[in-house]
């Protein structure tokens, strides 16, 4: 029995791809040459719509024209495992992509954070210079927001019961462990607010050792300060918690979530 025929216009209308985009698709190859009417129109079968989903939902995917031409041929086999498993393999790479992507976005998001801050210093009367954010490395920008919050924190009071507000590192070994603390929280993806605290949403490259480390190493030198660290299905994260007095530190250290 002969399948219903569909002219371009239609096709397009149903597929959500432009009549040109079919025209180039198929002199490509990436859809077989379409049978002509009497009159030289092109016709199309159920199974160019049933292609057409397909190549629209590897798009969607992020595979480009020659990756979904390669997809199309395991297509034409008939056979669902051929194309699952080359669809597998595709969506691997473009996942992994796509968290180097995100990973990359990240420091940068905080590399424009922290020039962001820099360029809300006092200018300097004159030439630009290293104070001013313009063209010093604003790197350690973090460092000194740190050590100005723990040291505005110290000085006041705490809840009875509460740890001081302190840190019991000093010069260069607080310098490290900001340094630390800055190289892993490129892997975050994500910060949501929590009451007192932030929540870092890490990617799926994370270390998850230097995780649980780092944060053992936090809490020994700044009790006041209270984390978990969660492994569910929503991923990896750290919570961190503080005393209102301290939530300066919090996102000094681990960044501020997003305003809605």
Not at 93 to 105: C, G, Y
Not at 126 to 145: E, F, L
Not at 172 to 189: E, F, K, M, N
Request: proline share 4%; net charge negative.
């Amino acid at each position: 029995m002969r399948s219903t025929m569909y002219k371009i216009k239609d096709v397009a209308d149903r597929s959500g791809f432009s009549t040109a985009t079919l025209r180039y698709y198929e002199d490509i190859g990436l859809l077989p040459a379409a049978e002509r009417s009497a009159a030289g129109y092109r016709l199309y079968d159920d199974s160019t719509l049933e292609r057409l989903a397909f190549i629209g939902r590897a798009k969607q995917l992020g595979c480009a024209l020659g990756e979904i031409n390669d997809l199309a041929a395991a297509w034409d086999s008939g056979r669902c495992g051929p194309v699952q498993d080359r669809l597998r393999a595709k969506v691997a790479e473009k996942l992994t992509d796509a968290q180097r992507r995100i990973v990359e976005l990240t420091v940068l998001a905080e590399d424009l954070r922290r020039a962001a801050t820099a360029l809300e210093r006092p200018r300097p009367d004159g030439p630009c210079d290293d104070t001013c954010g313009c063209v010093s490395d604003t790197s350690t920008a973090g460092m000194a927001v740190l050590e100005r919050a723990v040291a505005r924190g110290a000085r006041r009071a705490s809840e009875p019961g509460d740890h001081p507000i302190a840190c019991t590192l000093a010069g260069s070994s607080l310098r490290g462990r900001v340094d630390d603390w800055q190289a892993l929280l490129t892997h975050v993806v994500a910060r949501q607010p929590l009451d007192r605290g932030v929540r870092a949403v890490f990617g799926s490259t994370v270390p998850l050792d230097e995780v649980m480390r780092l944060t053992a190493a936090e809490q020994a030198c700044c009790q006041f300060l209270s984390f978990a660290i969660t492994v569910d299905a929503r991923g990896v994260a750290l919570e961190v918690i503080a005393p209102p007095a301290a939530i300066d530190v919090v996102h000094a250290l681990f960044g501020e979530a997003a305003a809605d």
